[in-house]
């Protein structure tokens, strides 16, 4: 129970990894963040039907996709412009 991307995220940080801000960004139909610890980095993205508020309106769908990548060694903290 619970959001999918929460408890990744709180897994996460219970194992002593650290989140890598750069890499976080929200939407309605995803989420995007990245952890590292030591020489490995991984980046998870997460996506769902959040529906749409257009005419017709589009409802939301109950489902929830994981993708995780992971790299050693870890891609670098900041991201380049």
Known sequence: TGDAAVRLRD???AQGWDEMP????DGKDGTSFAFRKQDVACLVRGTWNGGADGEPEIPAEDWYKIALFCTSP???EDRAP
């Open 22 to 25: 750069a890499y976080s960004a």
């Open 74 to 76: 870890a891609f670098p």
């Open 11 to 13: 897994g996460f940080s």
